[in-house]
């Protein structure tokens, strides 16, 4: 096996370790698209580890961030991000220690788009960090929830233009990552507020949260719509379907939705879209 497709390989291996939410949908995709989102996925998550890191200061993470969004939007060099992070491998998850190698494995003539995309994640994340997620208005809510997802849609959406020429709305791709954010926020709201965190807005209460997730998943059905490619369609409805019923199992009072409940969901779509 080349060096290369054993790092592909490794990376759906990682992809099962830090997210089951885009594991289950990837594999609906053609092989060289299913290796790429995973590889483009798994940048985003490098340096989300960052950003979500519990034990790291503040100002580390955002001196880590800004020199990663840095090097990701000039000439991404292994050697130089090993220096980086050097310091810090010690408390680093291994998602995050190889960066270079998720990079590394993306086709060449799409690789530009996704370090492009991380690198403005990056440099948002480290606004943030500054601003110590301190959220006081929509806008500001509107702002964050860009940075940490709706980044994902619109890299996303690149990824299905390049495959096979997919055109997709641009906002309707930001509010796909926004609403499955918003879902997560919903699920880690007392956990947040337990260690101090609040991603509400001044004069908010969870009701809020629950129309601002609402109204973004609308907005999401309205962007797999336009998707024909059955294969990329299916990617898109499994983690927006899983959402919309977390969404309706938070609101009547449980945690989350059950293992047997999301592979009910995933065997109803595979059968209203009649793909394997």
Sequence with gaps: MSKVANLQKESMVMLKET???????????????KKTVASAYLCMRAIDEIEDHPEMDDDIKRHLLLAISEMLH???????????????????????????DWISVCPEEIVGKINESTAIMAGGMAKWVEK?????????????TYYVAGLVGTMLSDLWKWHDGTETDPDLAIAFGRG??????????????????????DGWNRDDMFNYANDNLAQADLYVKSIKNKRILMFCKVPLAL?????????????????????????????????D
């Design 19 to 33: 997210s089951r939410t885009f594991f289950i949908p990837i594999n609906f995709l053609e092989p060289t698209l």
């Design 74 to 100: 000039t000439e991404f060099d292994r050697d130089r991000y090993q220096e980086l992070i050097r310091p810090y491998v010690h408390i680093l998850p291994p998602v995050t220690q190889r960066l270079a």
């Design 132 to 144: 110590k997620w301190v959220i006081t208005t929509k806008e500001e809510l509107d702002d964050y």
């Design 180 to 201: 499955l954010q918003a879902v997560n926020m919903l699920r880690n709201y007392d956990e947040d507020l337990e260690r101090g965190v609040t991603f509400v807005p």
């Design 243 to 275: 959402a919309h019923s977390t969404l309706k199992a938070l609101k009547s009072g449980k945690e989350k939705i059950t293992r047997k409940e999301v592979e009910g969901i995933v065997e109803q779509l595979k059968q209203e879209e009649k793909i």
